[in-house]
């Protein structure tokens, strides 16, 4: 039987700045096997994810996987544009660390009382590519709330920060400063992809990052590790 699988999050699963992790993910099964649904929206916080659940509800899934809260940990750093996130996404308060941990545990509390899925949390992409930096440090933290949100609502929780953390620390990469990223440098990139035809890890190699395309959004090694955190969990079901 195939198991239906709802991927929700940010523009990390939306894909359009990233490498797709869901068709990764998908490619690592026989045909049939899994049907993925994309609940994926560019820049958004937990809130905004608790506030589109309908659609997923609606889906039916056998299982779901929540990688949210990217850009409420970048919200936490120095440079973010906070009020322009804010008005962006119609936010009614400033972002916070607590505020983003009731948002998440709100969501998985409607999923799970909602639908009849087996729910999986993911931490966080690392931000940037040096794991001691302030960027990597908020993902880090933030990761540990997540972490806190799967334990007390007795969902799984998939260790992706960490295995990013830790293929960062074996390759060793150019110590890359974070750049917070424009909205002009997002542009960017997708002219580069549709006109120029240049690859998300070319635009990558050439910025001398490691999992990334801009600190943030992932290339083919940084959404490999997505995928595999996940089908290292997925539960399938069987005809």
């Known amino acids: 039987m195939t198991t239906r699988v709802a991927c929700l999050g940010d523009s990390i699963t939306r894909a359009q700045l990233s490498v797709d992790y869901l068709d990764l993910l998908e ?33 039916r899934p056998d299982v779901i996987t929540v990688l949210i809260g990217t ?17 962006r996404k119609r936010l009614p308060e400033r972002p916070s660390a607590g505020w983003f941990q009731q948002c998440l545990a709100a969501v998985v509390e409607r999923l799970r009382t909602q639908t009849d899925a087996t729910i999986a949390l993911l931490s966080l992409p690392v931000l940037g ?6 960027a990597a440090q908020a993902s880090q933290a933030y990761s540990r709330l997540i972490a806190e949100v799967a334990t007390a609502e007795d969902v799984a929780y998939l260790p992706l920060h960490e295995r990013q953390t830790e293929e960062l620390r074996r390759a060793s990469p150019p110590p890359v400063p974070y750049q917070e990223p424009t909205a002009a ?14 690859s998300l890890d070319t635009v990558s190699r050439r910025r001398g990052l490691l999992l990334t395309t801009d600190h943030i959004h992932q290339n083919s090694r940084g959404a490999a590790l997505v995928a595999e955190v996940i089908d290292t969990w997925l539960p399938t079901r069987s005809a």
């Open 71 to 87: 850009n409420d940990a970048r919200a936490s750093l120095a440079g973010y544009p906070v009020e322009q996130a804010m008005k």
């Open 129 to 134: 590519q040096r794991p001691d930096a302030a």
């Open 27 to 59: 490619r690592r099964h026989p045909p049939g096997d899994v049907r993925l649904a994309r609940f994926g929206v560019n820049g958004d916080f937990a809130h905004n994810l608790l506030r589109r659940l309908d659609a997923v509800v609606a889906d």
């Open 185 to 198: 440098a997002s542009v960017g990139v997708l002219v580069r992809r549709a006109v120029l035809r240049r």
